[in-house]
């Protein structure tokens, strides 16, 4: 199978207005992904959602554009997070689920994510079919006059979604007395994130609700937590929450303003569903890039840490596979199968509140689960190919991880969404870290320049 050219690590991305990212791809996307999912003789249905940023009115019906025209009924649900997304094309039994969104990336950026009928992320098979069937003559897909879809509106999607995420918190639990500082990055979950805080019984005070169609993730949400950390110490809050722009991450800041990434919040949850008989499989899923101190944090409790590649999408794979309800990467997706099938931010931030209310504890203390290792990541951009994989580079890389023996590791490895190397080592010692961190920067650099 070649290599795939539209899809990346979480669908296709790219700068709006842009290809991939203009309305004629888009209006391909949307006919060749209808033709793929056109299976059976029942009425064909394809649920649509956005977030904020202004090119969403751009793609949003030229997708449609090409659903319809390939004979399947778009129902458009407007700005909602990725997992409602997910949620909703299981739910409504749709055939097919799309999410307009970039995620983390600046308004001017966009990007297409696609859910097959039981709310999952496509396979890396399925999308190379519907990229090839993009490449060729798409005539095939369209449908006669007669049977042509129809696009219409779900006015009652944000409801759906708020009910089902509040279905997630324990029953008998109230978050009565606990003041919540949210921000929502100007992003997807801007009013329904603050109302499921609000009518669990919290305080709500929201930051990053007024979208604009250009500040979506500028300066706020999961990817810039200083704002949110200040206000939570100006107001004495009990937790914060920060949100990405499409919502299906999120990171944390505890009492006294500390930020808390993913693995911490896996920590937590492993830990309280481990206690309570319900971590399926013994075992967590995490990507590459989690801390080392996880995974020895887990072995101490007789858990398991399944490592997948960069991508919630491969984490939700291994999760099925081994049997797991609970996965996430470092960045703050968490994906929990007994709620929905992809990352959710807002229903790992109930997850943890929970814990806070049964234990009666602070955030800064239920939130440190284990001590990281020290870890360094450095961006390294480059013209193309692959330089990382060079012989000279392999070379050097091994001879780094003889240096480091047990004491830590080393992860070199391409983006999936831009034209870098990441280049990735974490340690017990600093020094050891620095050290190594320098020679392996300094060996990539100049194979980049090559």
């Known amino acids: 199978m070649s ?12 700068v709006a207005n842009r290809t991939p990212m203009d309305p004629a791809t888009a209006l391909r996307l949307g006919q060749a992904a209808g033709m793929f999912f056109n299976r059976g003789n029942h009425r064909h249905r394809v649920i649509i959602g956005k977030d904020t940023r202004l090119s969403g009115y751009m793609l949003e019906p030229a997708l449609a554009a090409g659903f319809v025209s390939a004979g399947m009924d778009a129902v458009l649900v407007g700005p909602l997070p990725t997992p409602a997304i997910a949620l909703l094309t299981r ?3 749709a055939d097919l689920g799309v999410m307009i969104s970039a995620s983390h990336n600046a308004y001017e950026d966009n990007g297409i994510k696609l859910f097959g009928p039981e709310g999952l992320k496509l396979s890396d098979a399925d999308e190379h079919e519907i990229e090839a069937l993009m490449a060729g003559n798409l005539a095939e897909a369209h449908a006669a006059p007669q049977k042509l879809g129809r696009a219409s509106r779900l006015e009652d999607a944000p409801g759906r979604y708020i009910e089902a995420v509040k279905q997630s918190f324990p029953r008998g639990c109230t978050l009565e007395g606990l003041r919540i500082v949210v921000d929502c990055a100007h992003g997807a979950a801007y009013k329904v ?3 499921v805080l609000y009518e669990l019984g919290a305080e709500v005070v929201s930051l990053g609700v007024a979208p604009d169609g250009f500040n979506i993730n500028k300066g706020c949400g999961s990817t810039h937590p200083g704002p949110l950390a200040d206000v939570v110490r100006e107001r004495r809050a009990d937790l914060g929450i920060a949100l990405d722009g499409d919502a299906d991450r999120l990171v944390l800041v505890d009492e006294l303003g500390h930020v808390v990434d993913g693995d911490q919040i896996l920590a937590l949850i492993a830990d309280r569903w481990s206690a309570q008989g319900r971590l399926k499989g013994a075992a967590v899923v995490a990507t590459v890039m989690s801390n080392m101190g996880l995974e020895r944090h887990l072995n101490a409790a007789k858990l398991a840490l399944h490592r997948t590649a960069v991508g919630d999408r491969y984490v939700g794979e291994r999760m099925r596979e081994a049997g797991c309800n609970l996965g996430g990467e470092q960045s703050g997706h968490v994906i929990m199968s007994d709620f929905g099938t992809t990352g959710d931010g807002l229903v790992a931030a109930l997850q943890v ?6 234990e009666r504890r602070p955030a800064s203390e239920a939130l440190r689960r284990f001590r990281p290792l020290p870890q360094k990541l450095v961006n390294i951009r480059h013209a193309g190919g692959a330089p990382h994989q060079r012989p000279d580079v392999l070379e050097a890389i091994a001879a780094e991880e003889a240096l480091l023996g047990g004491r830590g590791r080393v992860l070199i490895r391409a983006s999936g969404t831009e034209p870098l190397i990441r280049v990735m080592a974490e340690a017990e010692d600093e020094a050891l870290l620095a050290a190594t961190m320098e020679r392996l920067v300094a060996t990539i650099r100049r194979a980049t320049a090559a």
């Open 3 to 14: 290599a795939r050219k539209l899809f990346g690590t979480d669908g296709i991305r790219g």
């Open 193 to 195: 994130a603050p109302t």
């Open 91 to 93: 739910s409504m039994r």
């Open 353 to 358: 509140l929970a814990v806070l209310v049964e």
